[in-house]
């Protein structure tokens, strides 16, 4: 049975050919083509050999992800619609800034943290993404922005699905992309956004690269998160800002906090003060985002009045935190929306 040649990181596929009595650097020379020069076939890899070829021809395959559908927005951001090679749907967002083009990826078919403002969590979780799903989301969209001249300069890891439930395959997917041979999108430009699974916040203290990490927070207390993430109850507060601090202190790079904004449940200004004596002392930002309403969902975006004030009162606190433009509104760019949108659709036919 062939294998996809995107399931594979440098070090496996260096393995892979020692295992079978070939040299090492084949991985190197093989990772080149595909992710710099992104070569389509393994023809085109003119430095290899005859044997070399056939072999890779016999064995692997260029697996490719199927673009369903492209949205753009009239900022120039554009939602990816994918489907699977098992007919799922995945979305990733290409989201234009003035320091680059960055690149939200999607790690699950669905969700399984359930938090209950987001699309994703009310369809549940179907499966974790392969290596090779997390891959070609980043390469599929680059080679789209080959032929423009552009390049990919940033990466989050905040779309659908909780990348901390697929965690083995998070991290090749860090390794591939990071290569500096590669596709080489530095390590302090990918981010990683988690909901927070504790024990996996102080396993990813010890990870080698220079990742960012950010944490999906939503709430100033306990009370407040209960309610609208089910995964507080697993991890209360309690648990996770001694995590955070530990990656802080072992890392000694900034957290971000991204914190969705949701009319009458955690915007007022009490609860900005809440939030203040919360992350107090931690070497952090508030990434405060304006909550893209999602139909059913019982929650309502706050007044931009509301929305301002809860974030003057973050600056007075001493608090570092930023009102986050949005991208791709009109294009419903939020997580799993434009997928839930076309199972529903779907259904319906």
């Avoid at 991985?27 to 389509?40: D, G, K, S």
């Avoid at 019982?298 to 935190?321: D, Y």
């Avoid at 791709?328 to 259904?347: F, P, S, T, Y």
Wanted: glycine fraction near 6%.
């Amino acid at each position: 049975m062939k294998n996809s040649i995107f399931n594979y990181t440098l070090d496996e596929l260096g393995q892979y050919f020692e295992s079978i009595g070939n040299k090492k650097f084949r991985a190197t020379q093989i990772f080149e083509w595909i992710y710099r020069h992104r070569v389509t076939s393994f023809s085109q890899m003119t430095n290899l050999g005859a044997k070399t070829i056939e072999h890779l021809e016999e064995n692997f395959y260029f697996e490719e992800l199927k673009v369903k559908e492209v949205f753009k927005g009239q900022d120039r951001t554009e939602k990816y619609l994918f489907e699977l090679n098992d007919g799922h749907l995945i979305e990733t967002v290409l989201m234009r800034h003035n320091y680059g083009n960055s690149v939200c990826v999607t790690s699950q078919v669905g969700c399984k943290v359930g938090c209950k403002f987001c699309a994703s969590g009310r369809l549940g979780k179907v499966r974790n993404l392969t290596l090779s799903e997390l891959v070609l989301q980043v390469l599929t969209i680059q080679r789209n922005l080959d032929k423009s001249g552009e390049r990919l300069s940033n990466i989050v890891v905040m779309g659908i699905g909780e990348p901390f439930d697929n965690y083995e395959n998070l991290l090749g997917f860090l390794r591939v992309v990071n290569y500096p041979k590669g596709l080489e999108i530095g390590a302090r430009h990918i981010t990683v956004s988690t909901s927070g699974i504790v024990p996996k916040i102080y396993e990813f203290s010890d990870f080698d690269l220079q990742i960012n990490l950010a944490i999906s927070l939503h709430a100033p207390s306990n009370e407040i998160r209960n309610k609208i993430m089910p995964i507080n109850n697993l991890y209360s507060l309690d648990d996770l800002i001694p995590a955070v601090k530990y990656y802080v202190e072992k890392t000694n790079r900034r957290i971000t906090f991204e914190y969705i904004l949701l009319k009458d449940v955690n915007d007022s200004v009490a609860n900005a003060h809440q939030l203040s004596d919360l992350i107090r002392g931690i070497n952090a930002y508030v990434n405060l985002i304006p909550y893209n309403e999602v139909p059913g969902a019982g929650f309502k975006r706050p007044t931009n009045e509301a929305m301002q004030e809860f974030f003057a009162t973050l600056r007075k606190r001493g608090i570092n935190a930023t009102l986050r433009m949005e991208h791709g509104a009109e294009i419903d760019a939020a997580c799993g929306q434009l997928r839930a949108q076309m199972m529903k659709r779907n259904k319906k036919a």
